[in-house]
């Protein structure tokens, strides 16, 4: 096997591993606009569940009101009973019949109250379902996301083992070493020239470069990007 072609087998390993390397990279970012689908959905539970709160908070107010108007009520009848004039006696039962007309006012708010109640607990509990249903698909996407790392990681690993063994046994390190140093800027690291013409920029060189390929004394680079180059 050639130098050439031995660095094509290089090159092929490493493309394919900077790919997984970029994969891996962008998981997390996958994940994080994963989770984000559900901010929607956490943001409508949470204004439902406000919602609901406060029409709780209304009604036990509600409520409050009523009992306090009762005892107002009630302690108005109890001092209507040592009252002593008719006329005294009128404007208490006056003042009590105003109490009853503001507990019937009330308790009819709180029917009102009630009903709005349960609508809110209905909006509640079906804006929480939905994100229930949307966090089991999220946490299936993230688990899909996971065991690719998982393999990618693998994979990585084992090419890496047999890319460092292989670039072991290239034996023009000079070679070696403008491969390497090119293959972190551009890939293809190494290009054909075909008819005179790089195959990695697409530029036309001189014919003496095809000539010096074929003596092979020397890494031989492309005039306008660098590339190592090899005849088609």
């Given at each position: ?132 249903d949307e966090a089991t ?16 990681e693998a994979e990585l ?76």
């Amino acid at each position: 096997m050639t130098t050439i072609e031995q660095l094509l087998g290089l090159q092929e390993q490493d493309i394919r591993i900077n790919e997984i390397r970029k994969v891996l990279t962008d998981i997390p970012e996958r994940k994080k606009l994963e989770e984000a689908r559900l901010d929607d959905q956490k943001a409508a539970v949470a204004e439902a569940d406000d919602a609901h709160k406060h029409k709780q908070s209304e009604s036990k107010q509600n409520e409050l009101d009523i009992q306090a108007h009762k005892e107002r009520m009630a302690k108005l009848r109890t001092q209507q009973m040592s009252l002593k004039t008719n006329q005294e006696f009128k404007a208490m039962d006056n003042e009590i019949k105003s109490i009853e007309t503001e507990i019937s006012g009330v308790e009819d708010r709180e029917i009102v109250l009630m009903s709005e109640l349960d609508a809110t607990g209905a909006v509640l509990e079906e804006k929480d379902a939905v994100l229930k249903d949307e966090a089991t698909r999220v946490n299936a996407d993230l688990g899909e996301w996971d065991s690719r790392a998982a393999e990618m990681e693998a994979e990585l690993k084992t090419l890496q083992d047999a890319r460092d063994a292989d670039a072991a046994l290239v034996e023009e390190k000079l070679f070696l070493a403008r491969y390497e140093t090119i293959i972190v800027r551009k890939q293809p690291a190494i290009a054909p020239l075909d008819n005179g013409i790089c195959g990695g920029c697409h530029m036309q060189l001189p014919p003496y470069v095809g000539h010096d390929i074929r003596k092979a004394q020397a890494p031989v680079s492309c005039n306008f990007c660098a590339r190592l180059l090899y005849i088609a």
